[in-house]
């Protein structure tokens, strides 16, 4: 029987992070190989498909075709479709026709196993054993979703960038997915081809590069908060000496914040250069060799510092971490992951983390205590034994107690929230606080 399989990716760095899987030899033998690119932006066709980006043709040799996701399913959006479990028998042979799969026995890669489209995607080859490569720092964490089963227990392994040494995700634990690092090496031997395929960047050697993020979008900052964090960030460049500073905004980010980042620039006597075409930042590193990398939390950051061994900084956790919410929020490992290992851009750098590992266990407890379960012993012993003022920003007092952990409101107090007179009382207290500082 002839074995076809399926890679889905939804973004440049995940086909990266393939290529490097397969180049590893992390995938068995194959008659084909087929990359299912999936286009998962707001209003997709006004946003270019991976496929076409600038780099992708060196990575199109490990596949034997590449497939679009978003053209099987339209006018269906890949982020919120899913098929009814009535109709998956019928989908199936549908795309077995449609990609000429015949009876192959079909193998599936994917990313972001807990949500669409690799969902989706996992649900309609229901024989095929799943591969699941993680997307970033969001794979320290644990599994967002309650997983079905019968999908759960069809994982086996999830591959992932050696972000963070010696700290293994936490990601599909529950059903005792194992790990499986992909070589470093293999990984910056396709940035290396990424580099090498395309016009040069017009941007400074040895800037000061900066990643912007658009957490605005997933209401997590104001625009106006997140336009402040990155001005922030050309002032803290700048006060460390660097002279010339290369921005890279996020692709959905609004043109104005550019605008203000060039007149912020200008006045502290700094030139900086807004990127404009969409390259990773990895592909920036071989090709600038950045003096510094500054960004809040994202994966380009600890893959500049492990991957790259170029300075980093990051700003803003400390704000975000009080803003995630829900605590369950997906996004508040790879944050904590950020502060805790990362010196800030300004002020002293705190001490490292007791234990990274414990850590990690525990603020995955705490997120998803239903899932895992099996985290409790090693979350009630971090909280026990290393809950200082300075790790206490990583954890909710409200959640400590609603988990009934070492770190919760004493129970003769825990009342208070529910107590409509003392909520009266402390919204007339704020009120007043509010007009006395207007006054």
């Known amino acids: ?181 992909i070589p470093t090496a293999a990984f910056t031997k396709v940035v290396g081809e990424l580099s090498a395929d395309g016009e040069e960047p017009e941007v400074p050697r040895g800037a000061a590069l900066l990643l912007g993020q658009y957490l605005a979008a997933l209401s997590i900052l104001t625009e106006a908060e997140e336009e402040e964090l990155h001005l922030a960030m050309v002032r803290g460049a700048a006060a460390r000496g660097h002279r010339e500073i290369v921005f890279k905004p996020h692709p959905s980010a609004p043109p104005a914040w550019s605008r203000s980042l060039r007149t912020e620039a200008e006045g502290l006597g700094v030139e900086l250069t807004v990127l404009e075409s969409p390259l990773l930042a990895e592909v920036l590193y071989d090709r600038i060799a950045p003096a510094l990398v500054v960004g809040c939390f994202s994966t380009a950051l600890l893959t500049a510092s492990a991957f790259y061994d170029i300075p980093v900084a990051r700003t803003g956790t400390e704000l975000l971490l009080d803003r995630l919410t829900p605590y369950q929020n997906s996004n508040r490992i790879p944050v904590t992951l950020v502060d805790a290992l990362l010196p800030p851009l300004e002020g002293e750098a705190p001490d490292p983390p007791h234990d990274l590992t414990a850590l990690v266990a525990a603020v995955g407890y705490a997120m998803q205590s239903e899932i895992r379960p099996d985290l409790r012993p090693a979350a009630e012993h971090y909280l026990t034994h290393h809950l200082t003022p300075h790790t206490w920003r990583y954890f909710k007092r409200r959640r400590l107690t609603t988990l009934a952990l070492p770190g919760a409101i004493p129970s003769q107090l825990a009342f208070i929230p529910r107590n409509a007179t003392v909520r009266k009382l402390a919204r007339r207290a704020r009120s007043a606080a509010r007009r006395a500082r207007a006054s």
Request: glycine content about 8%.
């Open 1 to 181: 029987m002839r074995t076809t399989q399926i890679f889905l990716a939804t973004t440049l760095y995940g086909v990266a992070t393939l290529a490097a899987a397969i180049d590893s030899d992390c995938f068995g033998p194959a008659d084909r190989r087929l990359l299912l690119v999936s286009n998962n932006a707001p209003i997709p066709e006004t946003s270019p498909s991976l496929d076409t980006m600038p780099g992708f043709a060196s990575l199109r040799g490990r596949f034997d075709g590449v497939l679009s996701w978003n053209e099987t399913i339209a006018p269906m959006h890949p982020g919120g479709w899913a098929p009814r479990a009535d109709d998956v028998p019928l989908w199936e042979r549908q795309l077995r026709r449609a990609w000429d799969l015949g009876d192959d026995r079909i193998e599936l890669a994917v990313e972001s196993i807990q949500v669409n489209p690799a969902g989706a995607v996992a649900q309609l080859f229901p024989d095929a054993p799943l591969h699941v490569y993680a997307d970033g720092l969001m794979s320290y964490g644990p599994t967002r979703n309650k997983l079905d089963p019968l999908v759960g227990s069809r994982v086996r392994r999830v591959l992932h960038l050696d972000l963070v040494p010696e700290l293994e995700p936490l990601l599909l634990g529950e059903f005792g997915v194992r790990a499986e690092v």
